[in-house]
């Protein structure tokens, strides 16, 4: 993020993320209390914006997963090779601290996210979201991810269209 007043880095002991404060109470509680067990066990990768004072502006984790292709729409799944499922990196968490909203902060943590997906030697088909309601959701049909006909909280992007 250059020129940004932010530095993406992955979650560090140093960071402070004790006042975390997103409005969104178990996005803020995961940052708090639960983040770290998670990155240890490997369970979930942790990237965080930080100010000049080190203090986590916001944040959002990556995982595998895998996406059955019956779940995608039938436009996605025609151009994929007849697996049962393809694979994918999960966004399960992205949020900014209510200080930092409205600048741009979230759209571009995502972009990170996506970038750091589509870099990736392991390769993933999709990025996925998880959308914690309506709101969000539509924070990420904004920014082209489409809904899954079944389940409109959970959102993907191909990677290939990112690259
Ligand atoms: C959703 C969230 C991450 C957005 O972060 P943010 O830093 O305030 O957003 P940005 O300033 O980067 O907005 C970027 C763009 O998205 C748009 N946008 C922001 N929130 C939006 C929403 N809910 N619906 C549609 N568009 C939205 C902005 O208008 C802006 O558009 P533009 O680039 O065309 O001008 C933040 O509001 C948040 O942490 N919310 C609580 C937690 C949450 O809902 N997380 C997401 C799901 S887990």
Do not use: W
């Amino acid at each position: 993020m250059s020129g940004a007043p932010f530095r993406v880095a992955p979650l560090d002991s140093v960071h402070d993320r004790s006042n975390f404060n997103c409005g969104t109470l178990p996005l803020d509680r995961y940052l708090r209390e639960q983040v770290t067990q998670d990155t240890r066990r490997r369970a979930a990768a942790c990237f965080v914006a930080l100010t000049d004072t080190q203090r986590v502006a916001g944040y959002y984790t990556l995982a595998s997963a895998c996406v059955p292709i019956i779940d995608l729409p039938p436009e996605t799944a025609k151009k994929l090779p007849r697996y049962p499922a393809v694979p994918a990196v999960r966004m399960g968490r992205l949020a900014v601290d209510q200080d930092f909203k409205g600048q741009g902060l979230g759209a571009a943590l995502l972009a990170d996210a996506l970038d750091r997906a589509a870099r990736s030697e392991v390769a993933a088909f999709v990025l996925m979201v998880d959308a914690k309601g309506d709101e969000a959701a539509a924070f990420y049909r904004h920014h082209g991810f489409i809904a899954l006909p079944e389940s409109p909280l959970t959102l993907f992007l191909p990677l290939a269209t990112v690259r």
